[in-house]
């Protein structure tokens, strides 16, 4: 029988052709005028009901589908940390897809995450892609390296003797379970969910949760005018709202299938947190 490194390098080897097409036409797309070198900052208020006075104006940096593997060099994920790290957000979110599937490229990308300074810490949750490459393992390296990794559970972030919920739970396809993320978490306080899949947000919504933190669909990644997408947009990219609840959706940052991004830039989103009436009239409420 076939050791799992054996049969990882046969795949590897069989794919070989297929990759090497993908390179060579993400050589002369890079070459293009306008082809995105550094990510995207995006800034975005994020108005929140019963929201705390001390976290008012809370700055919260997202970093989302960073893909290290043959498509995402490791010097590619460092630049956006240090580009993060120059942002000083108070929290990091992290909302999976740190490998594409290779188990090899897990302590790397775990390592330059460990570089993130946030006041308030780094919070993560596994994507399909991680669990494809070993959960357990990217948990294991990850929490090596400070950053909380919550898989369907919830922390309670403490600043100046008030407090947030923080739930994270595991990708929906895999083993992701909202009720044991919520389990036990306080209500009357904002409460905030990461999941890398933002078909999670009606679930979400019928819990009655605040704002939803979501990836996975790298808002397309190849935008060419005149073709369909797969994702409905009201879960494609970007803010969105229904009854109490806000999903912002990430472009991402990395790259699967092609070695490109068009016409869809890679991003660094940050969420500024702002108290909210709950007026039904106020286009921000969370309720």
């Known amino acids: 029988m076939k050791s799992a490194i054996a049969a990882e390098l046969d795949t590897h080897w069989a794919w070989r052709p297929v990759r090497r097409t993908r390179l060579r036409w993400g050589r002369w797309l890079a070459a293009r005028p306008g082809f995105p070198r550094l990510p995207e900052i995006t800034n975005h208020n994020i108005y929140l009901k019963s929201l705390p006075r001390a976290f008012a104006g809370l700055r919260i940096a997202q970093l989302s589908d960073l893909h290290h593997g043959l498509y995402v060099s490791l010097r590619e994920v460092e630049q956006t940390v240090e580009l993060v790290n120059y942002l000083r957000p108070e929290m990091v979110l992290l909302t999976g897809d740190f490998v594409t599937q290779s188990w090899v490229h897990i302590e790397p990308v775990a390592q330059a995450l460990g570089q993130l300074r946030a006041p308030l810490g780094a919070f993560a949750v596994m994507g399909n892609h991680d669990h494809r490459a070993g959960a357990e393992t990217i948990e294991r390296h990850l929490s090596r390296h400070r950053i909380h990794v919550l898989r369907n559970r919830h922390v309670l972030v403490r ?71 797969v994702y409905r947009r009201s879960f494609h990219s970007g803010l969105q709202r229904l009854r109490q609840t806000q999903i912002y959706v990430s472009r991402g940052i990395g790259r699967v299938v092609l070695p490109v991004r068009f016409g869809c830039p890679p991003e660094v ?14 286009p921000h409420a969370s309720c």
């Open 159 to 229: 600043h100046n003797q008030t407090m947030l919920g923080l739930a994270g739970m595991d990708d929906i396809r895999y083993t992701g379970n909202l009720r044991a993320a919520l389990r036990g978490l306080p209500t009357g306080i904002p409460r905030i969910l990461l999941c890398h899949n933002p078909r999670i947000f009606l679930d979400a919504v019928g819990q009655g949760i605040d704002f939803v933190v979501s990836g996975h669909t790298h808002g397309g990644q190849v935008k060419v005018p005149g073709f369909g997408r």
């Open 269 to 282: 989103a940050v969420f500024h947190l702002k108290p909210s009436s709950g007026d039904e009239n106020d």
